[in-house]
Structure formats: C-alpha cells, structure tokens
C-alpha cells in the first residue's frame, strides 16, 4: 500500500549514544517533515524539506539533524541521545500545492526512550 | 502566530453518547481545517477537514463546520461507539508556509 514507512518501530539508547531513523514515502510528495509527539504538547515539527534539497529547521531542531537523500527518503538524526529526547517521532509527507485539501499522509511512528 | 487551541481530555463516554470536542485557531491567512484521529500505536489518520469558511466536514459519522466568526472548528458525532476511542487532533494549514500547526490532542475513550 502506498504511504510512508519509518524504521525502526521502537528504539532504547543510552545517554550519549547515536541513531538515525529513517523514513521513506511512495507517493511522489515533494514536502517531507519529522515532527516529536510528547504527552500535552501535541506535535512538535522539528525539520521539514519543501523539496528535495532542501531543510529547514522547524520549533524544536536543537540535539537533530536531517537528511533528504532523495525524493522518496528524508532520515533524522541524534548524534548523541539525552533522555529529553525520549518521545514518538513521526515522518509525514505532502505534496506542495495540495497540502490544504489533501492534509499530510503519516508514518507509524518510531518511538524512541533514551536512559 | 498561527496555532490552534482544543478541548483538555481525557473525555470518557458511554456507548451511544454524544461527543463534541471543542477546536479554536488563530491563523495570519485563510487557513484549511482538519481533524486528525490517531488509534492506539499508530500514526494520526486524516478523519476530516474543510477549505473555507462554512464548509462541513464530515467522515465515519463525525462532522465538524468551518466558524470563520467565531474561528472554531468543533467535532462532533451523535453516537460514539467503542471503536471510536483514540486521540483527535485538530489542525490547521495555510496556503503559505510549508506546516501544520496541532492542538495538543483529546483522548477520548468509550466505555460499553
């Protein structure tokens, strides 16, 4: 089925140590975005890609880094874990242009506990 | 700036009850509504949305209606089943800018 795949499902780190998730989409969206989810704050978008290309840093882009690697994959990166990191993190994808009608279409989620 | 304010939960019905679930934004342009759902382990699912001012959105027997006087966005749904326990989100986006902004979530759970 078409739609965006992240990997992994669940992840623990400790303190300090690295990761990057990955996150891939089928449907020829331009616009790629990683967004955190935490208890009573709703989502929080840390980077987004118009394009490919192109990032740019979202509300909350301190302690990550992405990468557009291509049109279909957009990863996330934490060079070195902190337990604030602890959350659900979502990829989403639109297309430009049709954002207002059709909404983003969201990954399953990873989430992450960082100890 | 742009945000979208929604009801605190958790709300917890019973089966058949009514539900409404309040939505207030603020937005600089013309925004674009949604309400997003989000099962237990799963990514947020687009239930509903509305363009423009007095549009009704409507989907699996929730409807919400486009306020641009009173700048809401409520969901509703006249007989809430089990199934329908999850977390909603209401959203907004504008034709500019590349985001969405969320309201915090309201867990709504069911009970037979």
């Known amino acids: 089925n078409a739609g965006v795949t992240q990997t992994p499902k669940f992840q623990v780190l400790k303190t300090g140590q690295s990761m990057t998730l990955q996150c891939a989409q089928d449907?020829?969206?331009?616009?790629m975005y990683w967004y955190r989810q935490d208890p009573g704050m709703g989502l929080r978008l840390i980077y987004y890609?118009?394009?490919?290309?192109?990032?740019d840093k979202g509300e909350v882009p301190n302690g990550y880094n992405v990468s557009r690697l291509n049109k279909r994959e957009f990863s996330l990166r934490l060079e070195s874990a902190a337990p604030s990191q602890t959350s659900v993190y979502f990829c989403a994808s639109s297309e430009p242009g049709t954002r207002a009608n059709y909404g983003y279409t969201f990954g399953s989620g990873t989430r992450l506990t960082v100890v | 700036g742009d945000s979208v304010t929604q009801m605190e939960g958790p709300v917890t019905l019973s089966e058949e009850a009514f539900l409404t679930i309040n939505c207030t934004y603020t937005?600089?342009?013309?925004?674009?509504l949604f309400w997003y759902v989000q099962y237990p382990g799963e990514g947020l699912q687009l239930l509903l949305k509305a363009t423009k001012a007095d549009d009704k959105g409507s989907n699996k027997g929730f409807e919400a209606t486009y306020r641009k006087e009173t700048t809401s966005f409520h969901l509703e749904k006249g007989s809430v089943q089990v199934s329908d326990s999850a977390v909603y989100f209401c959203?907004?986006?504008?034709?500019?800018?590349?985001?969405?902004?969320f309201g915090t979530g309201t867990s709504l759970t069911v009970i037979p």
């Open positions: 890609s118009a394009s490919e290309g192109t990032t």
């Open positions: 449907m020829n969206h331009n616009s």
């Open positions: 937005a600089t342009g013309y925004p674009s």
């Open positions: 959203a907004l986006t504008l034709n500019t800018g590349n985001q969405f902004y």
